[in-house]
């Protein structure tokens, strides 16, 4: 997740660093993120989007600033995926996320959603006005030079009382794209937020899938990864139900399909280089590319039922096939799936696709791979370097 990581590259920070003197012609491209009203222990979900007004951007930098009545986690929004841009960040002083958005090409940002804010309102929060601002805005075009760039920062607007549930369902995120949307039988799930009133980490709180147990993998403050049962009903909307201390603290009402794949990927976030094994079982990356014609093994979740029952949160000792069959695109070709379903030696609601490198695939260091399994396909961003 965005928060948590401090990954940032000198040759990007270089470069937007020396655009730091902004032209005064022309209008200015627009980062902004929209005003809020929030009652104190709520989760509110926002975006923080990009508006070209014209400019010709293909990379970003900003700070994302917070009260200390607030605690803030972000994801990638669609645009970083659709432009094929990565997202780096870390956290140069408390309560501030610095982003960099920027890719290995000169494609152009487009606009719409650049992140998802998902900000937990302190449940002691008093009534009042906070602040969400975006400061230290560079940008810069595919050329290198600078762009003019703007910020419209937030403000959130403070009630006290009627809190009865912390976490909106728009919380409840595939845990390898890390989007919201429905969830599948065997999905791996992340709630981002605060969780409600009374939730506690420790001990183990207890999460319930349509009434079936869900297995916790993780469980934080502000976050709990979980794994949707194989045997939920995919036909209609599931029930969440969250208990802390053996009292019910939070519940939701999500959509549900047959399938909702996803990727995992290097960068934990969604979008960039998969979580990917060449044929040797090394992992996949610019310095270390699969051969066109080999196959790579690329690891996922949300892609349903199997052929066979599997306990649930259980290592998975042997293979065992999707029901749903697994289609593969690589940098624009049809890519051979040899196998789709469980990933032995690994907690079920982890998938393994084995696909074919198209033999006439270019060489391509971020070649673009989606998989889909039913009606359902990954989102875009993620990648497979080909030698």
Known sequence: MAADSAVMPWVPLILLALSLVISPCGNAAVVSIPDQVANAGATIVTTITFSSEGQTLSGVQFDLQWDAALEVQATVGTQIGISAKLLYTASPTLHTLRCLIIGLNQSILSDGDLL??????????PEGEVQLTLTNAVAVSPDGSSVPL????A???????????????????????????????GEIVTLLGSMGPGYLPSPEPVLSVNGIKAPVIYAGMNQ?????????????????ELRSQDRLVAQWSVPCAATAPAMFTQTEMGVGPGAILNQDYT???YSNPAAPGSIIMVFGTGFGILSRALVDGQVVTKPVTTTIPVTAIIAGLPAEVTYSGAAPTLIAGVFQINVRIPKDALPDPAAPIVLKSGAAATAAGVTVSIQ
């Open 116 to 125: 998802k804010t998902f900000v937990a309102v302190s449940p002691f929060a």
């Open 155 to 185: 403000t959130i607007q403070i009630h006290s009382g009627g809190i009865t549930q912390g976490l909106p369902s728009q919380a409840v995120l595939n845990a390898a794209s890390l989007l919201f949307g429905p969830v599948a039988p």
């Open 283 to 285: 992992v996949n990356s």
């Open 150 to 153: 703007r910020v419209n920062s």
């Open 224 to 240: 709990i990864n979980a794994i949707v049962p194989f045997d939920v009903d995919p036909s209609g909307p599931v029930h969440l």
